[in-house]
């Protein structure tokens, strides 16, 4: 079987050499484990961030074995509750076959109508992180005007669309090609979205947002956030989210110049990380199903095929060659 290690630091945008496929045996799994071929694995932003060796935030080690988000096949048990054919949700992704113990996996309920795929995006931690980021960290409330940043990604298509099913008054985002664009608007139903790469991005949020911003979803940071705030609605909230603008950045990154809006308007700016929020997992997973169910909210992926494109698959991602969630399939379901 075969598993990708991080063979070196990447600096600025990681490049192959950066990585190591490896074919190791497989281990027969021990009293309480089970052994999973995995069938899809996620591919993160901030998997960037595990890559470097940064203060408060757990790192990678060199030569070892990466993990993440994956969904596979058990194909052998030593626990009753997970038998040989159940289909699981764990972290051990990277590689084509985990050995890991049963209490690490949980089952994945199958439900006619949504692909398995959805288990990673729109059901798992990306359309998760929408949620919360959203509801609870954003405050959203019917009526109000959201624009998102990074819109088009995996966590920023779920925070516009259930923003909308909580009843908008104006949704709007942006991301980084008229294709992504013409999406959001025509298949997600956005009010309103562009493309960032335009002379002023303050003019270009502006004019989307001609009411202002009630709730800004920040995906990005920098220039971006800056931006989203010149055009905040007094008491308005900025969720931050993340900061993808920064990185792959080589050197610091030019942040907001105009915070004083966080006091003349009287803004709330928050940032959070969802693993601090995971007992509102399962609530989660039972609203957004009945939204995917009933038509009011869509998954949308982006799939490469083989453990042998994953990096490939990562360094599309940083690039933004994504639209919705980016996965990795290692094998049929
Ligand atoms: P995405 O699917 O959004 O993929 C990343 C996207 O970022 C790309 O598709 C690209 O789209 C965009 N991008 C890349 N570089 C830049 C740049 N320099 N400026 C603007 N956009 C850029 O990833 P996710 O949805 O998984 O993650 C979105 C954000 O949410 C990330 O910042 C991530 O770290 C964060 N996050 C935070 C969590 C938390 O707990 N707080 C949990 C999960 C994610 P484009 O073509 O539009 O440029």
Known sequence: TREVHLARRPDGMPVKDDFRMVTTSLEAPGPGQILVRNILMSVDPYMRVRMAKLPS??????????????????????????????????????????????????????????PLA?????????GFTAYIGLTRIGAFAPGESLYVSGAAGAVGNVVGQIARILGAGRVVGSAGTPAKVAYLVDELGF???????????????????????????????????????????????VVVCGAIGEYNALREQPG????????????????FTIREHMSAYPAFVAQATTWLLDGQLRSTDTVVWGLGSAVDAFRDLLVGRNIGKMLVRLSED
């Open 191 to 237: 009010d309103g979205a562009f493309d960032y790469h335009v002379e002023s991005l303050s003019d270009c949020v502006a004019a989307n947002v001609p009411d202002g911003i009630d709730v800004y979803f920040d995906n990005v940071g920098g220039v971006h956030l800056q931006a989203a705030l010149d055009s905040m609605n007094p008491h308005g909230r």
């Open 57 to 114: 935030y757990p790192h990678w080690e060199l030569d070892q074995v990466m993990d993440g988000s994956a969904i596979g096949v058990v194909e052998r048990s030593e626990h009753p509750e997970l038998p040989v054919g159940a289909v699981v949700s764990h972290r051990l992704g990277w590689r084509e076959h985990a050995v890991l113990d049963a209490r690490r996996a949980g089952p994945v309920r199958h439900v006619t109508g949504i």
């Open 256 to 271: 907001p110049s105009n915070l004083i809006y966080v006091l003349t308007k009287r803004l709330r700016m928050e940032g």
């Open 118 to 126: 959805a288990h990673l995006g729109v059901l798992g931690m990306a």
